[in-house]
């Protein structure tokens, strides 16, 4: 009999699947435009797919597996698969959030299988920004994780009848940043930053942000969907979308590295996120709903297929590496631009 926190995890599953089709009604990325290069003067072969996001912490893809699961019996063959692939792809994969492998150490297959399918690769830890360092350091020691994420999600725990009620945050972040001796990425998961939590980040000694955004997965719907108490759907729209969040962060970029996340669902999505100051991309919902609707063998073709068409992009934009991106032109449209001029992003 699996407990409480197992059931969460495994409805967390099945309905960041269900919820995700209409959550993706708007691909938010549209409102980039890129500016064709005719005379790109490279080659496929000259492009270095590697990103250093920190000392110690190289990536050697731009995309990897964003943080997702644990805790259960599904979600340990999630893992397993996912850390498979990872590991066949040389991708970097993240895992859900430990506290219940802390609170349960039962569940701890669950998350360990994500090191033994992948022994070599980088795998990063997960937990809530509340964490105490020794449950940090237990995470880091569990996984033998090479990062940790801390995971900031106000509106998702505000949505859950169990969820916390006090986020007072900041100052344990910057406590952990200081005493852990692995690379810290806060998170968000799915709202997006604005400018200001990027600077009180900053401030705090956050060396690493992944401005999680809007556009993929929504733990306002999927909580909505689990709890039917109050009717929380008015949340939908909650939140920076992915590339309002970069934007909010594009002045911050020679301060902390810039990971995206939140409705990446194609190699153009990553181009255009390191375009906007991404050092790299993180994609969950998309990448489960391929494992969950159409198996492992689906997502490993899309695997492959991304991994083709990234340094074939980053050619076309004459760029050698992901960072380069950096420096190309782009054009915002619609909502996008209107938002990034009444922010003053532009
Ligand atoms: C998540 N996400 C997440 N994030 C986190 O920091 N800790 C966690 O435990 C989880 N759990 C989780 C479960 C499931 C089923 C999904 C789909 C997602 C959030 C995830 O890492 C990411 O920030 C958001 O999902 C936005 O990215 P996508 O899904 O739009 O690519």
């Not at 890129?34 to 893809?61: F, S, T």
């Not at 909505?224 to 970029?253: C, F, M, V, Y």
């Amino acid at each position: 009999m699996e407990s409480q926190q197992a059931h969460r995890k495994d409805e967390h599953l099945s309905l960041a699947t269900a919820t995700y089709q209409r959550a993706h009604a708007h691909h938010y990325f549209d409102q980039v435009r890129l500016i064709h290069n005719a005379l790109p003067e490279m080659a496929v072969k000259d492009v270095d797919h590697r990103v250093q996001l920190a000392a110690g912490l190289q990536l050697e893809w731009p995309f990897y597996l964003e943080a997702m699961t644990g805790g259960s019996n599904q979600a340990t063959k999630i893992n397993r698969t996912l850390a498979r692939l990872a590991s066949k792809h040389h991708l970097a994969m993240a895992t859900g959030s430990l506290s219940v492998a802390l609170k349960e150490p039962a569940t701890r297959p669950s998350f360990t299988v994500v090191r033994e399918e992948s022994p070599a690769g980088i795998v990063i830890a997960n937990l809530g920004a509340d964490a105490s360092l020794d449950k940090a350091r237990d995470a880091i020691r569990i996984l033998n994780a090479d990062a940790l994420e801390l995971h900031l999600n106000a509106a998702q725990e505000l949505v859950m009848p169990e969820g916390d009620r006090d986020f007072h945050w900041l100052a344990n972040i910057a406590h952990l940043v200081d005493e852990l001796d692995v690379p810290v990425i806060v998170k968000e998961v799915g709202f997006g930053m604005s400018r200001s939590t990027i600077n009180q980040l900053q401030a705090a000694g956050v060396k690493l942000i992944n401005v999680s955004g809007r556009g993929g997965t929504n733990f306002a719907m999927i909580e909505d969907r689990r709890n039917h108490q109050i009717d929380l759907t008015d949340l939908a729209d909650w939140g920076q979308t992915t590339p309002e969040a970069l934007l909010e962060a594009r002045k911050s970029r020679s301060r902390a590295t810039i990971v995206a996340s939140g409705g990446i669902t194609s190699p153009l999505d990553v181009i255009k996120a390191g375009v906007l100051g991404a050092q790299a991309v993180g994609v969950a919902g998309y990448f489960l709903n391929i494992l969950i609707r159409d198996g492992a063998a689906a997502l490993d073709q899309a695997l492959t297929d991304w991994q083709t068409e990234i340094p074939r992009l980053l050619t076309l934009l004459g760029c050698r590496n992901f960072t380069e991106l950096q420096q190309t032109p782009f054009v915002l449209t619609g909502d996008l631009y209107s938002y990034a001029q009444q922010r003053h992003l532009i």
